[in-house]
């Protein structure tokens, strides 16, 4: 049964924590929820102070988890070059012959590139301009810029695209209709989107998104350790920057 306290989606920028469900979190982000922390340390948690001090912060600074050392960027120009830019990143972190935890490592990196190329960027009409099923070479000014890095506590993956079109009505519409309404996931007018961001979500311990609208989108996930991670345990974060 959830703990969480009751939400009031008419409050902004309002930090929720408690102990619930995923299913439950994608409710309150649906409802225009922006900080949510499932812990059983309530408002005493590490991370759910740590974004506490970050709400009244005009450019608020990374969480703990997004500051591993060690963490490389790669960018990434092609949809073709995903692929490889992936198995690379599993064997930079050491993790490739992880099964089972290298293999949620390769689909978180796979959805946060795919939503970057195909999601990120807009003719002037407002409609996509790259297919998903296309193969695409981003213009200059628009290539990715990959990050990751992996300490004993676990995996820090990062994408940062250069079209700042993603926002918190996209999340939580995705996320309600993949949690609540699972015969209709996919939005065909929309290449399927949101679905990528709901399997990352599910998967993640820590979800992190920092929006500059018009500008990028910067996208940062913490994946915990086995002997860490408990599913009960995670946070939802959305700072929406430079408004």
């Not at 929720?16 to 979190?25: D, N, P, T, V």
Request: charged residues 25%; neutral net charge; contains cysteine.
């Amino acid at each position: 049964m959830s703990t969480a306290p009751k939400f009031d989606p008419n409050a902004n920028d309002q930090l929720i924590c408690g102990l619930f469900s995923k299913k439950e979190a994608a409710q309150m982000i649906a409802d225009g929820g922006t900080h949510i922390h499932s812990t059983t340390m309530g408002y005493r948690d590490e991370m759910a102070r740590f974004t506490s001090a970050l709400l009244n912060e005009k450019n608020p600074e990374p969480h703990p988890w997004q500051l591993v050392t060690n963490c490389r960027e790669v960018s990434l120009g092609s949809s073709g070059e995903r692929y490889k830019l992936i198995k690379r990143a599993t064997v930079d972190m050491g993790i490739f012959s992880r099964r089972g935890y290298s293999e949620k490592v390769e689909c978180v990196l796979e959805e946060l590139i795919t939503n970057g190329i195909y999601h990120a960027y807009a003719n002037a009409d407002g409609s996509h301009k790259y297919r998903r099923d296309s193969s695409v070479k981003l213009e200059d000014g628009e290539a990715l810029k990959v990050r990751y890095g992996a300490s004993q506590e676990g995996i820090f993956i990062s994408v940062e695209d250069q079209g700042g079109r993603l926002s918190l009505e996209d999340i939580g519409s995705a996320f309600y209709r993949c949690y609540y309404n699972q015969d209709n996931q996919i939005v065909e007018d929309e290449q399927g989107s949101g679905l990528g961001l709901y399997m990352v979500f599910d998967l993640v311990t820590h979800f992190r998104v920092d929006l500059y609208p018009g500008k990028r989108t910067v996208v940062s996930c913490w994946i915990a350790g086995r002997r860490i991670a408990h599913p009960s345990i995670f946070s939802f974060n959305f700072f929406k920057r430079g408004a």
